[in-house]
């Protein structure tokens, strides 16, 4: 299998990850902040690029069953019910809920994969989960990192690797080129600190000074909440069996 | 001294670069192809963006003293008097000449820093001497990797690493965000087999495989060119000494 990686999501066009696999890391935050939403609940995500079609879903839609969730430089933004910390979304705040969200960079490069064949949500803490899904369908797959502010980030890079090299521990011949090369690189130089690297890294920083040291922490926990976050339709939800479909009658 | 990464040139903009010291990086091959035209006695290179502006220039100047070079996919364009191969810049053919210059990839990043306050070419073949340079301004600076249409590519990413380890070692404080920080882990990795980098790239196995297998093992070799590349104006052309200015009348 083949595993083509960007590490900004300015670098690919909407149309070229149509029909593809696309795995889209946003460690701080977004991606761990959905794993824990639908891992506590949450009836689906609903990932929308501004804050105007936020507010305007949300307008449309039964109050006490929606939340508004999201950030801009890391912030609540004014109006919704929870920010972009994992640690706001409890069960007893998120369960049965939809969750319009809507982050600087993760929820920009989800909607950007929006004519993905199937597009999964990976960070640190569910990592092994999106790996089996990638096992099984053992098809070529695109990994699209969200980075920060069109820039790379260090922390999506290093995630990226360690879910190819999971892929490659298992036994599969996974091909790459250059930036598949360097994400392998920098996971191997970074895997086994997972803490220190995000607060090194320009956005753990920048989270610690805002006050969400604490989220570092919770991002930096490998496989803690093991969900497949997929998208369905126009909206993120875990992965649910397919109902039989009545046994095809053989001539 | 801070050092600012950009693994491509579309990450940024080219009034973001103004007034600032940009090193362009395009190892494969335009960098390289700069810094053995000029170590070779070509009196500049001007360099632009599309072929249409370079045949329009190359009309406006005398046909003998200039040469158009350059390519598109790695291959020479049709009515150029050069490719990109460094080692068509040979001193019997390019000495005196002005020499236009277009490619896919490095000529882009060039155009992008036409604002620069200082901005000189980047490769393997001058890295001690761009470092001096850098050194001696001690001020921060702006690594523009060409990449490769668009996206990151390992060799211009290890060279950026290969410079930064150069200044930390000559003692600078250098600091640097999540690009930086990789650049230097991708330098540690593949920094002591260099050839073997560039012929396991990208674009080094297409290089090959188009028939420029040669100009990797160039490419490769560290210092073989120590000539500093500067933007003067609207050519790249070689440091001069700067003629001495009248002494100022002191009152």
Chains 1, 2 share one sequence.
Not at 129 to 134: E, P, Q, Y
Request: negative net charge.
């Amino acid at each position: 299998m083949h595993a083509e990686v960007f590490f900004t999501p300015h670098q690919v066009d909407e149309m070229y990850l149509r029909d593809k696999t696309v795995l889209v890391i946003d460690v701080l935050r977004a991606s761990t902040t959905i794993a824990a939403a639908l891992y506590n609940g949450a009836r689906e995500i609903i990932p929308v690029a501004t804050v105007e079609s936020a507010m305007k879903i949300v307008g449309n839609l039964a109050g006490d069953v929606t939340l508004l969730g999201g950030e801009r430089n890391g912030k609540m933004i004014e109006g919704f019910h929870l920010g972009n910390s994992p640690l706001e979304y409890k069960e007893d705040r998120v369960r049965g809920r939809s969750i319009v969200f809507s982050t600087t960079n993760g929820s920009q490069a989800m909607v950007k994969a929006r004519f993905a064949r199937e597009m999964a949500m990976l960070s640190f803490v569910n990592v092994s989960t999106v790996a089996g899904f990638v096992s099984e369908t053992d098809a070529d797959f695109v990994i699209l990192c969200a980075g920060r502010n069109g820039h790379f980030s260090m922390e999506d890079s290093v995630c990226a690797g360690m879910l190819m090299q999971k892929l490659i521990d298992q036994g599969h011949r996974v091909t790459y080129g250059d930036a598949g090369s360097a994400a392998l690189t920098l996971y191997k130089s970074n895997g086994r600190s997972l803490l220190k690297m995000l607060k090194s890294s320009e956005h753990g920083r920048y989270l610690a000074e805002i006050g969400f040291g604490d989220d570092l922490k919770f991002c930096a926990e490998v496989d803690s909440l093991p969900v497949l976050p997929l998208l369905v339709g126009n909206v993120v939800k875990l992965k649910k069996e397919p109902e039989l479909a009545p046994a095809s009658i053989q001539s």
